[in-house]
Nanobody, 123 residues
């Protein structure tokens, strides 16, 4: 069964931290590339961070140095640690899995998506 379930969203003040988790089925977790995306109201979805099966990570410039993507292989879980949060980080956050040969933040490469978890950062 293909499944991605996000959790960990919430409301925090600017400068605070949140830890997002994405529980994946074994099949989905075997994907070559997994990523976090976000979409704010009225804006296009954007890639936040990706990690491939070799452990290579990439980040959007807007979150470099503040967000960290990682995997808990024992629990088939993708994690996004978000520190020094800013109001502009407010969005619905989604995890996604791709079996494409290229691991990027181009969302058309991702086949499987979670339902999302809301992150709200107040100033």
């Amino acid at each position: 069964q293909v499944q991605l379930v996000e959790s960990g969203g919430g409301s925090v003040q600017a400068g605070g931290s949140l830890r997002l988790s994405c529980a994946a089925s074994r099949f989905t977790y075997s994907a070559y590339c997994m990523g976090w995306f976000r979409q704010a109201p009225g804006k296009e979805r954007e890639g936040v961070a990706t990690i491939d099966s070799d452990g290579h990570k990439s980040y959007a410039d807007s979150v470099k140095g503040r967000f960290t993507i990682s995997q808990d292989n024992a629990k088939n879980t993708l994690i996004l640690q978000m520190n020094s949060l800013k109001p502009e980080d407010t969005a619905m956050y989604y995890c996604a899995a791709s079996f494409d040969w290229l691991c990027t933040t181009e969302d058309f490469r991702y086949t499987y998506w979670g339902q999302g978890t809301q992150v709200t950062v107040s100033s």
